[in-house]
């Protein structure tokens, strides 16, 4: 039974891209796949990524100035590195940098599924996100509680909060909302859902500037 987790692969072989996007699917993962840094580039403003698996060497630069560039500040999604076992250095400025893991290839595929899974788990298990005074969102219960009280949300409301909690390093934009509320690409319902998420943030919580937009940029959560 397929899950809603959702992974990136950033992998120019070919070969190996196939064999552990097998692997995924075979554990009931999405899977996007990426050949080089340009089209993962594409991808992250697109989609909303549980986990990302990045080999260190690619094509058009490196999976570690990708990271740096791309992903340490902006996206709050774990990373694993791909990297050749003899390329210390490289493991070791991985995760100077910040990323979450590394496996040496060739690997053992039982050891990248555990390592997905700690990873994705980890990244779960930070549960309960204060918003404000006296309010709180679980975000395993998908529950938005203000004085102990739980606030009546919709489906897609709880779905905009957590994008933004979990992406809060970044702007969510319109292509991005709407790819994951399921929206055509030229809808504005996802604004107009933002809006009344607001307006009961602002009315039921008294939380009025936590999501804020910019033009040209999107919507973020200041927490």
Do not use: W
Request: hydrophobic share 40%; charged share 30%; net charge neutral.
């Amino acid at each position: 039974m397929m899950n809603d987790q959702h992974i990136l692969l950033v992998e120019d072989d070919e070969s190996l891209q196939q064999l552990i996007e097998k692997l995924l699917k075979n554990n009931n993962y999405i899977v996007s796949k990426a050949n080089n840094i340009d089209e993962a580039q594409k991808l992250i403003k697109l989609f909303i990524f549980d986990l990302i698996i990045l080999d260190v060497m690619l094509p058009d630069s490196t999976g570690l100035e990708f990271y740096r560039n791309s992903i340490k500040d902006r996206v709050n999604t774990p990373v694993i590195f791909l990297s050749a076992l003899s390329d210390v250095d490289d493991r070791i400025n991985g995760l100077e940098l910040g990323a979450d893991d590394y496996i040496g290839k060739p690997f053992d595929s039982r050891e990248l599924i555990l390592k997905i899974k700690k990873n994705i788990s980890k990244k779960q298990s930070l549960d309960v996100v204060n918003l404000g005074e006296n309010t709180q969102f679980d975000l395993k219960k998908e529950q938005l509680l203000h004085k102990s009280l739980k606030v009546n949300l919709s489906s897609n409301e709880v779905k905009i909060l957590k994008l933004l909690i979990n992406n809060s390093h970044q702007y969510l934009t319109r292509d991005l909302l709407n790819t994951e509320l399921g929206l055509d690409f030229l809808s504005r319902s996802g604004d107009m859902q933002i809006s009344r998420l607001r307006l009961k943030l602002k009315k039921e919580c008294n939380l009025e500037d936590l999501i804020r937009s910019v033009h040209g940029k999107g919507y973020k959560i200041f927490l």
